[in-house]
C-alpha cells in the first residue's frame, strides 16, 4: 500500500548549498532503491519534507533522518495512504523556496507534481505543501531549545508534615499530585486522587462497592481528601477532588453536606474545585446543569477533566464553560513531534482563552513535552514530570532548570 509522511523539522546550525546537494543526492539515490519518492522543501531555516512508498520502507526512511543531528525539532505533520504518488520521478528532490519570487513559487512546485490537475486540486499533500510555501501557518511554528539544554531539579519536599495515618474505618485513600505554574515554581492547587487501602489501585476500592452505594460512597469519600488537605495544612494551594456529577443529583442535599465536609476540615469552598470528566457530563447534561449552579453557588469552582479523550469535545464548551480545563494526557504525549496534536491543542488554548478559561495540561512526562507547552502559552501543568502522587502526603517536586 502506498503511505505518505509529511514532516517539518528546523536546521541546525548552517548548511552549505553545496552540503545540502550531497545530502539530497544521496538520499536519492538511497530512497529510489526502496521505491521511495518525495520532495525536500527549505527556505533557509526550515525543511518539509514528504516521503512516499510502503509503509515499511516510508518507516525505515523516516527513523533515519529522524536521528540526523543537522535538523531538530522534527514535527510529524500528516500520514496518510494514496492511489498515487505525488512525486513519481523523484527519489528525492530538493526545492529551495530561495530560488523562487514569491509570485512563482506555488506555480514552480505544482510542476513538479505528478498528479492530475483533478487530484491536485483536493489532495491533501498538495495543499500542505501549499501552505508551506506561503508560509500561511508560521505563526504555529513554535521552536524549542533542544532538552539537552535543560535538566530537572532534584525533587524538593515542600511539606515536612508526615504523611496521614488513615483511620481504622477508613475504606479508602487519597494520593496529592500537584498542579504546578512551573515558570513561576509555584503549586497552585492538588489533585486528591483516590486509591484503595495501603494506596491499592482506584479499581479495587471502587469493584468491592454495591452499585447502589456508588454515589454516597463517592460523596463520602471526599471527608477523607479534605481531612488529607488538613493535615497538610493547605493554604496557598486550591484541592482539586473529582467528582461524579449523579452524586450531586442523586443524594439529597448534597451540596450542602459537601460544604459542611469542607468547612468542618477548616477549609474554604473557594479552595476546592470539583474536577468532572467529559463523558459524565454529556450523559445526564441537564442534571449536571443543576449540580453545576449549586457548587458555583456556593463558591466552588469547576474543571472539565481529562478533556478530549472523550466524546463531546470541543462542542461541550458551546453548552458548558468550567473554571478550568484540563487536556488528557493523549493529547499531551509527545506533543513537541505532533502536528496534529500541536495543532488541537493550540485550538483549545485559542478558544480557552477567549472564553478566559483556565487550561492546565495533564500527564506532562517530558521536558520536551513541557518546552513545547510553554512556548504554546500553556502556564499549568500536572504530571510526572514534576511529581508523582504520593499517598497520604505532598510529594516532593521537580523544577525544569537551564544547564548551567
Ligand atoms: C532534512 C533531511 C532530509 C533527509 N532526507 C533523506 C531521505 O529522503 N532519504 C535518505 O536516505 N536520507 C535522507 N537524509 C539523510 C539521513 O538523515 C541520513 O543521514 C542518511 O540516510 C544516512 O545515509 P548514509 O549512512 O549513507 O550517509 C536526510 C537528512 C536531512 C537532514
Same mark, same amino acid.
Given at each position: 500500500?502506498?503511505?505518505?509522511?509529511?514532516?517539518?523539522?528546523?536546521?541546525?546550525?548552517?548548511?552549505?548549498?553545496?552540503?545540502?546537494?550531497?545530502?539530497?543526492?544521496?538520499?536519492?539515490?538511497?530512497?529510489?532503491?526502496?521505491?521511495?519518492?518525495?520532495?525536500?522543501?527549505?527556505?533557509?531555516?526550515?525543511?518539509?519534507?514528504?516521503?512516499?512508498?510502503?509503509?515499511?520502507?516510508?518507516?525505515?526512511?523516516?527513523?533515519?533522518?529522524?536521528?540526523?543531528?543537522?535538523?531538530?525539532?522534527?514535527?510529524?505533520?500528516?500520514?496518510?495512504?494514496?492511489?498515487?504518488?505525488?512525486?513519481?520521478?523523484?527519489?528525492?528532490?530538493?526545492?529551495?523556496?530561495?530560488?523562487?519570487?514569491?509570485?512563482?513559487?506555488?506555480?514552480?512546485?505544482?510542476?513538479?507534481?505528478?498528479?492530475?490537475?483533478?487530484?491536485?486540486?483536493?489532495?491533501?499533500?498538495?495543499?500542505?505543501?501549499?501552505?508551506?510555501?506561503?508560509?500561511?501557518?508560521?505563526?504555529?511554528?513554535?521552536?524549542?531549545?533542544?532538552?539537552?539544554?535543560?535538566?530537572?531539579?532534584?525533587? /524538593?519536599? #515542600?511539606?515536612?508534615? *508526615?504523611?496521614?495515618?488513615?483511620?481504622? $474505618?477508613?475504606?479508602? +485513600?487519597?494520593?496529592? %499530585?500537584? !498542579?504546578?505554574?512551573?515558570?513561576?515554581?509555584?503549586?497552585?492547587?492538588?489533585?486528591?486522587?483516590?486509591?484503595?487501602?495501603?494506596?491499592?489501585?482506584?479499581?479495587?476500592?471502587?469493584?468491592?462497592?454495591?452499585?447502589?452505594?456508588?454515589?454516597?460512597?463517592?460523596?463520602?469519600?471526599?471527608?477523607?481528601?479534605?481531612?488529607?488537605?488538613?493535615?497538610?495544612?493547605?493554604?496557598?494551594?486550591? /484541592?482539586? #477532588?473529582?467528582?461524579? *456529577?449523579?452524586?450531586?443529583?442523586?443524594? $439529597?442535599?448534597?451540596? +450542602?453536606?459537601?460544604? %459542611?465536609? !469542607?468547612?468542618?476540615?477548616?477549609?474554604?469552598?473557594?479552595?476546592?474545585?470539583?474536577?468532572?470528566?467529559?463523558?459524565?457530563?454529556?450523559?445526564?447534561?441537564?442534571?449536571?446543569?443543576?449540580?453545576?449552579?449549586?457548587?458555583?453557588?456556593?463558591?466552588?469552582?469547576?474543571?472539565?477533566?481529562?478533556?478530549?479523550?472523550?466524546?463531546?469535545?470541543?462542542?461541550?464548551?458551546?453548552?458548558?464553560?468550567?473554571?478550568?480545563?484540563?487536556?488528557?494526557?493523549?493529547?499531551?504525549?509527545?506533543?513537541?513531534?505532533?502536528?496534529?496534536?500541536?495543532?488541537?491543542?493550540?485550538?483549545?488554548?485559542?478558544?480557552?482563552?477567549?472564553?478566559?478559561?483556565?487550561?492546565?495540561?495533564?500527564?506532562?512526562?517530558?521536558?520536551?513535552?513541557?518546552?513545547?507547552?510553554?512556548?504554546?502559552?500553556?502556564?499549568?501543568?500536572?504530571?510526572?514530570?514534576?511529581?508523582?502522587?504520593?499517598?497520604?502526603?505532598?510529594?516532593?517536586?521537580?523544577?525544569?532548570?537551564?544547564?548551567?
Amino acid at each position: 500500500m502506498l503511505s505518505t509522511l509529511i514532516y517539518r523539522s528546523q536546521l541546525a546550525g548552517s548548511v552549505s548549498p553545496e552540503k545540502l546537494k550531497a545530502l539530497v543526492e544521496r538520499a536519492s539515490i538511497k530512497n529510489a532503491k526502496a521505491e521511495v519518492t518525495g520532495i525536500l522543501l527549505y527556505d533557509g531555516q526550515h525543511f518539509f519534507q514528504v516521503l512516499e512508498g510502503s509503509v515499511e520502507n516510508v518507516h525505515t526512511v523516516f527513523q533515519r533522518i529522524s536521528q540526523d543531528d543537522r535538523h531538530f525539532n522534527l514535527i510529524e505533520l500528516m500520514r496518510d495512504y494514496a492511489p498515487a504518488r505525488r512525486f513519481g520521478q523523484a527519489g528525492m528532490a530538493l526545492f529551495d523556496l530561495r530560488d523562487y519570487q514569491k509570485h512563482t513559487v506555488v506555480e514552480a512546485l505544482l510542476k513538479r507534481v505528478t498528479l492530475t490537475d483533478e487530484r491536485i486540486r483536493h489532495d491533501r499533500v498538495v495543499k500542505f505543501l501549499r501552505s508551506f510555501v506561503e508560509g500561511r501557518d508560521k505563526e504555529t511554528f513554535i521552536g524549542i531549545a533542544p532538552a539537552s539544554e535543560w535538566t530537572l531539579t532534584t525533587p /524538593l519536599t #515542600v511539606s515536612a508534615v *508526615p504523611p496521614l495515618q488513615p483511620a481504622a $474505618d477508613q475504606r479508602c +485513600e487519597f494520593a496529592l %499530585q500537584p !498542579i504546578v505554574d512551573a515558570a513561576n515554581r509555584r503549586i497552585v492547587s492538588c489533585e486528591a486522587l483516590i486509591r484503595g487501602l495501603q494506596g491499592a489501585p482506584p479499581a479495587d476500592y471502587f469493584s468491592q462497592l454495591p452499585e447502589g452505594e456508588r454515589y454516597q460512597a463517592d460523596l463520602h469519600s471526599k471527608i477523607y481528601a479534605f481531612q488529607l488537605a488538613r493535615h497538610l495544612g493547605l493554604r496557598e494551594q486550591t /484541592l482539586s #477532588v473529582n467528582l461524579l *456529577p449523579m452524586s450531586l443529583v442523586m443524594i $439529597d442535599d448534597a451540596v +450542602e453536606h459537601l460544604i %459542611q465536609q !469542607i468547612r468542618q476540615q477548616g477549609l474554604r469552598p473557594e479552595q476546592v474545585v470539583v474536577e468532572v470528566t467529559e463523558d459524565e457530563v454529556i450523559s445526564r447534561f441537564d442534571a449536571f446543569q443543576f449540580a453545576v449552579r449549586q457548587l458555583k453557588a456556593a463558591g466552588i469552582s469547576l474543571a472539565l477533566d481529562d478533556f478530549g479523550a472523550g466524546f463531546a469535545g470541543l462542542s461541550l464548551l458551546a453548552d458548558f464553560q468550567p473554571d478550568k480545563v484540563k487536556i488528557d494526557r493523549k493529547l499531551i504525549i509527545d506533543i513537541h513531534r505532533s502536528g496534529p496534536r500541536q495543532a488541537i491543542v493550540l485550538a483549545i488554548l485559542k478558544c480557552c482563552q477567549v472564553l478566559e478559561i483556565t487550561v492546565i495540561a495533564e500527564g506532562v512526562e517530558k521536558i520536551e513535552e513541557w518546552l513545547w507547552l510553554e512556548g504554546a502559552g500553556v502556564r499549568y501543568y500536572q504530571g510526572f514530570l514534576f511529581a508523582r502522587p504520593a499517598l497520604n502526603a505532598l510529594p516532593a517536586v521537580s523544577w525544569p532548570a537551564r544547564r548551567p
